[in-house]
Antibody, heavy 119, light 107 residues
Framework: EVQLVESGGGLAQPGRSLRLSCAASGFIFGDYAMHWVRQAPGKGLEWVSG????????GYADSVKGRFTISRDNAKNSLYLQMNTLRVEDTAFYFC????????????WGQGILVTVSS | DIQMTQSPSSLSAPVGDRVSITCRAS??????LGWYQQKPGKAPKRLIYAASSLQSGVPSRFSGSGSGTEFTLTISSLQPEDFATYYC?????????FGPGTKVEIK
């Protein structure tokens, strides 16, 4: 069974940092691109960042570019999101996701973790 | 960056109706588009990949069409379990972008 479990969320003050982790199991993590998607309470989905299987290609939404850094450790089956210089508007549920893209393979999503940025 | 728009932003329809949702890209994205369904408190679920291919396990009343800049998700006969919010996602170019969503409600 595929599982994606996020951790590291919580409350942070504006300007501070948080690091999200995603522990993957049930599939060969090192074979797949992975993504972070967020959703502010009551709002739509926003793709945040993605990383290919070998970290060779990385992308960021304009809203987080220069502040957030995605990384992965295939030996530990883990995905990370380092979030620096947090803003109030970064408040959202953050989902770790294995998105299918062009592949017919099923998407998998974590349960999401809440990040609240507030003074 | 590629911007995605969706219309309508919401719709209200009775069970059994045929409904369509349109997604437009600000530039051509070939068929690099998926459609997602999200119910409250749940993670999104992909319904359609490559613009028109049905994800395994998804009912055949869902279909997708289009390529380039204009795409459509159609539900041929709306069922009670289909009331949800629907999003398109372009994955042609980083940054990937979701459409703003279409909320489908019961009439």
């Amino acid at each position: 069974e595929v599982q994606l479990v996020e951790s590291g969320g919580g409350l942070a003050q504006p300007g501070r940092s948080l690091r999200l982790s995603c522990a993957a199991s049930g599939f060969i993590f090192g074979d797949y691109a992975m993504h972070w998607v967020r959703q502010a309470p009551g709002k739509g989905l926003e793709w945040v960042s993605g990383i290919t299987w070998n970290s060779g290609s990385i992308g960021y939404a304009d809203s987080v570019k220069g502040r957030f850094t995605i990384s992965r450790d295939n030996a530990k089956n883990s995905l990370y999101l380092q979030m620096n210089t947090l803003r109030v508007e970064d408040t959202a549920f953050y989902f770790c996701a294995k998105l299918g893209g062009t592949s017919p393979n099923t998407d998998y999503w974590g349960q999401g973790i809440l990040v609240t940025v507030s003074s | 960056d590629i911007q995605m728009t969706q219309s309508p932003s919401s719709l209200s329809a009775p069970v059994g109706d045929r409904v369509s949702i349109t997604c437009r890209a600000s530039q051509g994205i070939r068929s690099d588009l998926g459609w997602y369904q999200q119910k409250p408190g749940k993670a999104p679920k992909r319904l359609i990949y490559a613009a028109s291919s049905l994800q395994s396990g998804v009912p055949s009343r869902f279909s997708g069409s289009g390529s380039g800049t204009e795409f459509t998700l159609t539900i041929s006969s709306l069922q009670p379990e289909d009331f949800a919010t629907y999003y398109c996602l372009q994955h042609n170019t980083y940054p990937w972008t979701f459409g703003p969503g279409t909320k489908v409600e019961i009439k």
